[in-house]
């Protein structure tokens, strides 16, 4: 039995903003049940993180520590090779993370809370493997969809046919739980080149769930997904412990936000276009330009983030976004905002998003009907569903044009199909506010898992 009075679970996090963020919103439901959570990754200064390191923050019964991974052969926060676009931050991770989370997890039983159990986000094997090695039981938090996850599973067990990359849309995938999927459905890294970082990765992320990750937490909810769900606890433990949405863990500055929301304020009833790309995704000059021209064409008030990092791609400076917005202050641009408030406001009608699982997840929990613009990784296979399974919205061809823009955005706001479009969003939105009150999918699926890390101390 151990010392400790409620078990000590460890959140691992590869430094990624769609990653932290649910991570994060885990650890609050973990520690307002009474539990101890650490949470700790290695941060740098391009990720929109609140929390300094030896910070604590009370929630409910219990406490969130944050310890950040530093030191050993880690870069400082401020190294500016955290932003390769390479992704050659992750082999740098994946190489020079294990000796210091393993001091980590030895520096918990020194001071009297040893681990009960590792929680570490996909795309950090690393983490799973320190746990492993220490005998500390561990769980995944796959922050994608269970169907991307089943679709993983299914095409590196080899348990499926898959279309080849250059198959038509009439050759498709049969995956138990899962409608038939085209090549173009597909996560892109299933096609992706071998020696792709990023694949491998996830090939190392897919095996240690079979071989030694004791559950598999999915940010997703059983009205969701509840088909796929069911076709893949035979091969996995799946608990599905989602809607995870991020509240206040994202901030920008809390100043941008409060401007945000008082701008909000001031329009209409959904009669704002919100246009975001999450945290990572690169839209060329002509997008962006097109992008500009096409919502100063619909006519509606928009707010629009432009990451610092996608602002230098802008043509003539701001001018693009200077004509957009216009004199009479249509628009508003912001480099970053707390996106899942911006969704739950009131003001806003349509969300033309890069289709993240975050901000699918955030757009289903608020009711806010979407354009999906998917560029690469699990994003368009989560814009199929918006658009096919879901029902929420209506597809933007590649490369956007300002023309397909405005008509996509007319769609889901003003055409003949918008009243059935909103509908559907509001049943998917009283679907993610039953999964989160009292007695919901997310209440179950944590309770589940808080027994299960219980039953392993006993
Ligand atoms: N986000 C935000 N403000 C922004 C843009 C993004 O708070 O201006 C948050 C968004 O709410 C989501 C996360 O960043 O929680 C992005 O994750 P997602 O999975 O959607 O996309 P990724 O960044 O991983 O491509």
Known sequence: M????????????????????????????????GLLVTFTTAPHAGLKFGHGDGATIDVGRGTIRFEHLKGGDLWAPDDPRYHDPTGGVMRHIEEAAPPVLAELIRRQSEA????????????????TRVASGMGVPHAMLWTESCAVLSLFYHYFHSLADFPSREAGPGATVAVPGLPPLAAG?????????????????????????????????????????????????????????????SGTENHGSGQDDDDCVAWLDAQPPRSVV????????????DEMSELAEGLAATGRPFLLVVRDDNRELLPDGDHCLAAAT???????????????????????????????????????ASGVPVVTYPAWADQPTNAKFLADVYGVGVRLPKPMTRDALRRCIEKVMGGPEAVAVRARSAKWKAEATAALSTGGSLEKGIQDFVAAILSIRA
């Not at 400790?4 to 991570?23: C, E, F, I, K, R």
Request: one cysteine or more; aromatic letters at 6%.
């Open 326 to 364: 216009g004199s009479d202050s249509r628009g508003k641009v912001v480099a970053w905002c707390d996106q899942a408030r911006v969704l739950s406001h009131g003001a806003v009608g349509c969300f033309v998003t890069h289709c993240g699982w975050n901000s699918t997840v955030e757009a289903l």
């Open 185 to 245: 459905d597909l996560p892109a890294l299933i096609h992706a080149p071998e020696e792709f970082l990023w694949r491998q990765v996830l090939i190392a992320d897919i095996r240690s769930l079979r071989e030694t990750v004791t559950w598999v937490l999915v940010n997703t909810f059983d009205e969701l997904e509840r088909p796929t769900i069911e076709a893949l606890r035979p091969h996995l433990p799946v608990i599905p412990v989602g809607p995870l949405c």
């Open 2 to 33: 151990s010392s400790s009075p409620m078990p000590h679970v460890l959140l691992v996090s590869a430094p990624l903003q769609g990653h932290v963020n649910p991570l994060l919103v885990l650890g609050r439901h973990l520690a307002s049940r």
């Open 112 to 127: 009297g809370r040893p681990v009960s159990c590792v929680v570490a986000n996909a795309f950090a094997p690393w983490a």
């Open 274 to 285: 919100f246009v975001a790309f999450g945290s990572l995704l690169q839209i060329s000059r």
